[in-house]
Every structure is written in C-alpha cells, then in structure tokens.
C-alpha cells in the first residue's frame, strides 16, 4: 500500500548509495536537495512540543526543510501566494496557454538551466505580448501569471511554460470616450489567441534569444553537446529546430475565477513528483502512478530501480534564485496595483472586498492551529532546538525562492 510513502523514504533508503556512486557528477544544488527532504520534519531539524490546554493532548512536531523541490513543504506557501492572488482576479474568462520546446532545444537547456529557462519565460511572454497587442488578433495589453514546469509524467526533462491569462486587456488605441482614453478589449467567448500564430512567433523569438546568448558566451556545453561549442555546429542546430514545429497550445477556458484560483493552487507550488503518486518502495525499486496522455490519460505504474528513479527527480532542481513564477504584463510586479485598478474601472465592476473567502488551503492552516482532538485554540508551544551535531554538509542550506 503507498498510505504514508514520502519522497524523503526513497532518500533515506538510497540516498547515500546514490551519492557514492555518482560523486564525481552530483552537484551542490542536488545534494541540498537530497539533505532538505532526508531531513524535512525530523528532530534533525528542531521543532516544537505543542499541548492543548483544553484536553492534555501532547505533540511533537517538528521544522519543515522550507525547500522549494520538498512535496512536503508547498503547502503553507501556496497558501499564503493564493491569498494574494485572490486579491487581483478580474471577472473575465481566464485562458490557459502552454508553451513547449523542441528535445533538441530541451537538451541545451539542461545544460544552461538558468540562462535557458529565462529565455524560455521571456519568449513566452513576449510573444503573447506581440500578438496580443495585434489589432488584427486583440490589440490590448495583457496581464499574465507564468509558471515553469521541467517534468513531464515519468519525470523525464520536458520544460515547459503554463501561462494562465485573463481573456482581454486595457485596449492600445486610444478612444477618446472611454476614461483614461482606453476601453477593456476581450476576447471572443471561448477563444484566446491564434496558436499557429503563436507557435511561430515562439520559435522566432526563442532562437533569436538562443542566438544571442550564444554570441555573449552565455551558453556552455559539455558531454554529447560538447560539439555545440563550435559556432558551426551551433548554426547548424538552430537551423534544424527552425524547420520544426514548436507547440504551442490553448486549453479551455476556465469556468470563471474562482476555478483560475483551484487551478493556480495546483500547479504553481508543484515539485517533480507527490508523495500521493508513490506506490512502492521495495528492493531497490520505486513504484509510482502516472498517466499516459497518448491513451487518453490512463492510469499507470512505472517501476524504476531506485537510482534511475532519484536521477530523474534530481533531473528538475533549479539553480539558487531562480524564479519559477513570474508575472507580466498588467500582473507584472512593477505597476500590478495601479493597473488593476484601471482595468476595474474599464469593467466597471468594483474591487475585491476587504474579507475574501478562504481559499481551501487557507482552512486547512486555520484547522492546523486547533488541537485535533478537541478543535481547541488553547495550545502552549515550547521550543525543540536542533541538535548541536548535526552534518555539516546538511546545515544553513533549508531557504529556497519560488
């Protein structure tokens, strides 16, 4: 049965084991990923003893590792992102528009994670932005929320952008009788933006990006790509990803903000893998459920020896400060306040209100305050402190940035 089963078990069973044999080739940022989720929630890491004054009920518990690849520690930090999400909803149709790169340009990426990453957010938004602000398309500034996913379901490298989007925006050409000289543009029912259009517009702005960066010496390669160092052969290679074609596609629209909220819940604070997909951990395998989207997205389970499983997992960590969610356009972080507001206005509809509904994540922090037992709020807590002897190797390393 998989009740219980945690990423942190396949850790402590074959962390060391995988250390040992890949020494040579595990990076800073993987081992502190490895040493965060061995060590999230156990007296490694200090902690609390929490007693209800009410029922006499006692509690261990103990410091979550706070690091942004640990399934057990998104919780409390999706929470408090929703609520201030909750805030900017407008009440438009919401699209959601996903962009996808080439394996062959998968393949630099994992080599040059933060410089392609970047250009992956920025092409994205960008081209949203150019056909966006076409008058034959919308002709309207947008405001979009960009999430960076790199799994795929076997958790294979498979980079890819979400982008969830308002449907319209404040109107680029000016018209005189609208306040502001401006009008709210939206977008016909149930359709956002031509995808055809904007895969190509991707393609040309990414590999324009690649190019760039390439000429800066911003890129490095090694391994099988080591030949991409040679200008030539780099050429070459966007040349051939020139002649492919790049997806880009458009899902539903969601049913209205409150769904865009659910939505956002669980997709932005996401890791590789949730504790809930693991079925086995046994003899040196890891079992765990994934669906296959050629079938129509059946339910299956894959079984992996446990090295090649952590390999895959360790394949999505991210280098120090890299953001993996960001805004732009009227959500961007600069003038977000001043242009919703306009975009209110232009709706005609009025603020949030100063109490929104909790979000369910929300409830769930408010019930993990109370006793379990009696669903009192009169608990004492007192202070567990870590161990003085712990690993060097696995201190001062828990902080880790969305």
């Not at 990006?209 to 080591?226: K, R, S, Y």
């Amino acid at each position: 049965m998989s009740a219980g089963l945690e990423l942190a078990d396949v850790f402590r069973r074959y962390g060391d084991a995988y250390r040992r044999a890949h020494d040579g080739h595990l990076g800073r940022v993987e081992r502190r990923v490895m040493s965060a989720v061995e060590l999230c929630r156990t007296a490694a890491l200090g902690g609390h003893v929490e007693h209800c004054r009410e029922c006499g009920r006692i509690r261990h518990a103990y410091n979550s590792c706070r690091n942004r690849h640990c399934p057990k520690c998104q919780g409390e930090a999706r929470a408090e992102w929703l609520a201030a999400r909750q805030a900017e909803l407008l009440p438009v149709e919401y699209f959601h528009v996903v962009f996808t790169m080439p394996p062959a340009a998968a393949e630099i990426a994992f080599q040059n994670k933060a410089a392609v990453y970047a250009i992956l957010f920025r092409a994205a938004a960008e081209t949203l932005r150019m056909v966006a602000a076409d008058p034959r398309h919308l002709g309207a500034e947008l405001g979009m929320v960009a999430v960076l996913h790199t799994w795929g379901q076997t958790l294979l490298h498979h980079p890819h952008i979400h982008c969830v989007v308002p449907g319209g925006g404040p109107s680029l050409k000016p018209a005189p009788a609208q306040a502001g000289g401006t009008r709210w543009v939206a977008c016909r029912p149930g359709f956002f933006l031509p995808v055809r259009v904007l895969s190509r517009v991707f393609r040309r702005l990414f590999l324009a990006e690649m190019q760039a960066a390439f000429e800066a010496g911003g890129l490095g390669f090694f391994g099988d790509l080591a030949g991409l160092a040679e200008p030539a052969a780099f050429t070459r290679r966007l040349r051939e990803l020139r002649r492919v074609e790049w997806v880009v596609y458009a899902k539903p629209p969601f049913g209205g903000p409150a769904r865009v909220l659910a939505y956002l819940g669980r997709y932005t604070h996401r890791v590789a893998i949730a504790n809930s997909r693991l079925v086995r951990v046994t003899d040196g395998q890891v079992a765990f459920r994934w669906r296959d989207y050629r079938h129509h997205g059946k339910g299956k389970v894959m079984t992996l020896d446990a090295d090649e499983f952590i390999r895959r997992f360790l394949l999505h960590t991210l280098p120090d400060g890299f953001h993996r969610i960001r805004h732009y356009g009227f959500l961007a972080n600069g003038h977000r306040a001043e242009k919703l507001a306009l975009c209110r206005r232009l709706l005609a509809r009025p603020g949030p209100g100063s109490d929104p509904s909790p979000t369910e994540d929300a409830a769930a922090m408010d019930r993990s305050h109370r006793c379990p037992c009696c669903g009192s709020t009169a608990i004492s807590r007192t202070s567990l402190p870590r161990p003085w002897r712990s690993p060097p190797s696995r201190s001062s390393f828990w902080n880790d940035t969305s």
